[in-house]
């Protein structure tokens, strides 16, 4: 089955700075790989996403990037402010409806401003 | 996106008892869907995949017995721990997945229920 790791476990950074965050999976089969922040206490939500057709996507202060052949997967998040402060998760498995996705550990994040 | 519904958001109860947590796709339907649990500062671990009129699917080390789950309609699904104990106690999150269109395969999230047991 598919195992994802994440690393860093913690990572802090200055505001205003970029910060990363990488992940491997061990499933070459898998061909989604979201990435989801969490607030203490509340749901995980979607702030990210790449399919494997593509190497590298784009929303604003936020990019994601795939190495198929490396089996990576990197989240960045540039200028970083206060609110970014959470917990980070990355996860991997099929597009396809039904199948499941499996979590890395998570990245606490802290902005210091 | 699609939009899942869980309930209770918090629930304490006596050592023994049962509880049961609702998880309900709003906007859509929903023939599978997973029921993951995290402890604190812990990521979240896969423990069922519910499936819509047939018996779910349960990941290695999760005891069918003690965590029951059905999923008697397109949009429900329950999680019932049965004489839960304090080891029990966690935060049980149901998602589901986006069926169709330009979002197919995104996973979304219930509130979750925090479970603590006395």
């Known amino acids: 089955g598919e195992n994802v790791e994440q690393h860093p476990s913690t990572l802090s950074v200055q505001e205003g700075d970029s910060a990363v965050i990488k992940c491997t999976y061990s499933d070459s089969a898998s061909n989604y790989f979201p990435w989801y922040k969490q607030e203490l206490g509340k749901r995980p939500q979607l702030i990210i996403d790449i399919r494997s057709n593509v190497g590298e996507k784009k929303d604003q202060r936020i990019a994601v990037t795939l190495n198929k052949t490396a089996k990576h997967f990197s989240l960045h998040i540039t200028e970083t402010q206060p609110e970014d402060s959470a917990v980070y998760f990355c996860a991997a498995g099929p597009m396809e409806y039904g199948n499941k996705l499996v979590f890395g550990a998570g990245t606490i994040l802290r902005v210091k401003s | 996106g699609a939009v899942v519904s869980q309930h209770p958001s918090w629930v304490i109860c006596k050592s023994g008892t049962s509880v049961k947590i609702e998880c309900r796709s709003l906007?859509?339907?929903?023939?599978?869907m997973f029921w993951y649990r995290q402890f604190p500062k812990q990521s979240l671990m896969l423990m069922a995949t519910?499936?819509?009129?047939?018996?779910?699917?349960?990941e290695q080390g999760v005891e069918k017995d003690k965590f029951l789950i059905n999923h008697a309609s397109l949009t429900l699904s329950t999680l019932t721990v049965t004489s839960a104990h304090p080891e029990d106690s966690s935060f049980y999150i149901c998602?589901?997945?986006?069926?169709?269109?330009?979002?197919?395969?995104?996973?979304?999230f219930g509130e979750g229920s925090r479970l603590t047991v006395l």
């Open positions: 906007d859509f339907q929903a023939t599978t």
């Open positions: 519910s499936n819509e009129g047939s018996k779910a699917t349960y």
């Open positions: 998602s589901a997945r986006e069926l169709a269109g330009e979002r197919t395969g995104e996973l979304f």
